[in-house]
């Protein structure tokens, strides 16, 4: 028996590559379960037939799925705090942008109004 018969599918998952506008539909098959500090899991990849890209994949979306499943992949948001990356909530990073946001909100309706003022 070869290696490829002996090799039960775990799960198989329809998607699409994320990469570009074609968005190639394709198959990804998890050959292996990753096994915590000692081995990554093992993926099959193959393009579904559809008339954008008609099965074929790029290199991009042969390994796509890599990206999502890696161990390196940010779970949370990071903030550096006296030059350390500290993890924090999904809103934290957002309050900075709000208030500059809200800032130049308010500075551009002055503006407006100020402009009026000298037009009339």
């Known amino acids: ?7 039960s599918r775990l799960y198989v998952k329809e998607t699409q590559c994320p990469y570009c506008s074609v968005q ?13 500090g000692q081995s990554r899991g093992e993926y099959a990849v193959q393009g579904v037939p559809n008339e954008a890209s008609q099965g074929r994949l790029c290199v991009k979306g042969m ?12 779970m949370h948001p990071l903030i550096r705090r006296n ?36 037009v009339l």
């Open 1 to 7: 028996m070869s290696t490829e018969e002996t090799v």
């Open 24 to 36: 190639c539909k394709m198959t990804v098959e998890e050959l292996a379960a990753p096994v915590a």
């Open 63 to 74: 390994n796509a799925h890599q990206h999502a499943l890696s161990t390196q992949r940010l």
């Open 83 to 118: 030059g350390e990356l500290e993890p924090c909530s999904w809103i934290r990073p957002f309050r900075p942008s709000e208030s500059s946001y809200s800032t130049s909100k308010i500075r551009r309706e002055r503006m407006q109004l100020e402009y009026m003022e000298v």
